[in-house]
């Protein structure tokens, strides 16, 4: 259990491995041992990891992988996994500003992962499945300034990261603000995000 949320019966989609080695940046065989050690993918001869990118892999180990990346090697790289996702992860096409891009994060999060090997967005019918939390988005009007709310099974470091990425995609000068005293590291449901940018 992380949260409420049981992960046992969930999946993540395999393109997402990917993140990692990218995050580690030219050290990529140490990103192929951790994701090895955690069974997920397979070995190449070369040492490096071999997965589906289409496949669906267990969401307990995904995390096991991404609280050792903290733990053995800083929070810094996981927030550097973290802005790599969007260039991996399955988003949906109609992103096309600053708004769009950090509302649609709740709705790739569940295209990118798998209740029993059914993805939990479903883009031809709009259904979405519950179960792994969300991504809660709120403007504050006539400001350029979004909040993002998380109460799923990843850490923050990593969340700080994907929401980074995907702000200064459109807006390069955004800002981003965790608030820790709702932290989830400190015992919190969830953690908020602030998104600022100057037009």
């Not at 019918?125 to 993002?148: F, K, S």
């Amino acid at each position: 259990m992380r949260g409420n949320i049981d992960c046992k019966q969930f999946q993540v989609l395999g393109s997402n491995l990917q993140i990692v080695i990218d995050g580690f940046g030219s050290f990529t065989l140490i990103a192929s041992k951790v994701l090895l050690e955690e069974n997920l993918g397979s070995a190449e001869k070369s040492g490096h990891v071999k997965f589906e990118p289409g496949g669906w892999y267990p969401l307990e180990r995904w995390l096991n992988t991404l609280e050792r990346i903290e733990k053995e090697f800083g929070a810094a790289l996981l927030f550097q996994s973290g802005m790599t996702t969007p260039k991996h992860a399955v988003f949906p096409p109609a992103v096309t500003d600053i708004h769009s891009a950090l509302k649609c994060i709740d709705v790739a999060y569940h295209m990118n992962h798998a209740l029993r090997g059914e993805a939990m967005f479903n883009p031809g019918t709009g259904q979405m499945r519950e179960g792994i939390g969300h991504y809660q988005y709120a403007h504050v009007p006539t400001r350029n300034e979004i909040t993002l709310k998380s109460n799923t099974p990843y850490p923050c470091d990593f969340d700080r990261g994907i929401i980074t990425a995907m702000a200064q995609r459109f807006q390069p000068n955004a800002l981003l603000t965790h608030d820790a005293r709702t932290c989830r590291k400190h015992g919190g449901e969830s953690c908020a995000y602030r998104v600022t940018w100057r037009a």
